[in-house]
């Protein structure tokens, strides 16, 4: 599966984006998908998930409350509705896919820039 995340940008603390991510070369339905994050000088981090069904969803501790992963109504795309945005939020952010069954995401693509200034 190929992915390919946007939606990144400028913001300011307190503000919002909303990341998109758009799937091809699989069946979308087959896979959970998950956001990810990477921050200057720090090892990538997970961010959310949303299973296959789009039944279930889980958060880090650091973002629940604040952010929330949806399965779009346009095909073979997931979101990431992030509000409420603090300046440790500064990251690259990338989606993922893992295959239903496995432990392994695959997919990652060139993530999107979140810029969050104080």
């Known amino acids: 599966v190929q992915l390919q995340a946007s939606g990144g940008g400028l913001v300011q603390a307190g503000g919002s984006l909303r990341l998109s991510c758009a799937a091809s070369?699989?069946?979308?339905?087959?896979?959970?998908m998950g956001w990810f994050r990477q921050a200057p000088g720090k090892e990538r981090e997970f961010v959310a998930h949303i299973t296959a069904t789009g039944g279930s969803t889980s958060y880090a501790d650091s973002v629940k409350g604040r952010f929330t992963i949806s399965r779009g109504s346009v095909k073979n795309t997931v979101f990431m509705q992030m509000n409420d945005l603090k300046p440790e939020d500064t990251a690259v952010y990338y989606c993922a896919a893992r295959l239903i069954g496995r432990s392994r995401y695959e997919g990652w693509g060139q993530g999107t820039l979140v810029t969050v200034s104080s």
């Open positions: 070369g699989g069946t979308f339905s087959n896979y959970l």
